[in-house]
């Protein structure tokens, strides 16, 4: 059974940074892709940046290039998204997912952490 949990949210002034972090288990994920996205109040869940388990190959959304950078640990089975120069806007649950690399994020298969609480303080 796969299995994502996220860890490091919490509450940082803007400008401040924070690393999430995202512990996979369950099955081997070398054909996968894992990722980070967000949902803030009344808002549609927005994706934030992947990395493939692979290659190492990483894509951003555009309201977080240059300041966000997701990476991963092969030995720890753990994705990272570092968070530097954070705004207010970036307040919202980020939750972890994963997906088959040739499905991708608009396919059937995929997984979901239970998220974790980042605010922002202005």
């Known amino acids: 059974q796969v299995q994502l949990v996220e860890s490091g949210g919490g509450l940082v002034q803007a400008g401040g940074s924070l690393r999430l972090s995202c512990a996979a288990s369950?099955?081997?994920?070398?054909?996968?892709?894992m990722g980070w996205f967000r949902q803030a109040p009344g808002k549609e869940r927005e994706f934030v940046a992947h990395?493939?388990?692979?290659?190492?190959?990483?894509w951003y959304g555009d309201s977080v290039k240059g300041r966000f950078t997701i990476s991963r640990d092969n030995v720890k089975n753990t994705v990272y998204l570092q968070m530097n120069s954070l705004k207010p806007e970036d307040t919202a649950v980020y939750y972890c997912?994963?997906?088959?690399?040739?499905?991708?994020?608009?396919?059937?298969?995929?997984?979901w952490g239970q998220g974790t609480q980042v605010t922002v303080s202005s």
């Open positions: 997912a994963a997906a088959p690399r040739t499905e991708g994020w608009s396919g059937r298969t995929r997984y």
């Open positions: 369950g099955r081997t994920f070398t054909s996968y892709v």
């Open positions: 990395i493939s388990w692979s290659s190492g190959n990483t």
